[in-house]
């Protein structure tokens, strides 16, 4: 691999944590607000184990494909660890938004729709490659 593919690969590896982080920091943001409203279905246990679980993902993904870049190990941690802080975040939108006075919130169906369909994608690149 030349070092112009590899420098750029190794920066590449590292662009879903702080990814990750935001989304994190956005789907707790919203999870409070509707747990203040009126509880949501998410315990506070739930939401700080996921969130743990996400970095770590993203960490040791990024960490695998830095060092070892065609291992796909790595991009698919970070692939899962992005698809399922996406999900959480727009789950979070979506339960404040529903538990929200104010009904007429901006995307909310779309957003509704796309935390549903997240799903399939996120488990799906928890597969383990064979070869």
Sequence with gaps: MSDERRSWVSVAAWVPLPLVVVLIGVGVYYWKLAYDINGTPDSPS???????AMVTFATFGGLIAHH???????????????L??????????????????????????GVAWFSNW?????????GIPTG
């Design 46 to 52: 739930l939401v700080a184990i996921t969130s743990f």
């Design 68 to 82: 070892r870049p065609r291992n796909p190990i790595g991009w698919i941690f970070c692939g899962a660890a992005l």
């Design 84 to 109: 399922i802080a996406l999900r959480g975040a727009s789950f979070s939108y979506v339960t404040w938004a529903l538990a929200s006075p104010a009904s007429d919130l901006p995307a909310r169906r």
């Design 118 to 126: 997240i799903w399939p994608p996120a488990i799906a690149s928890l």
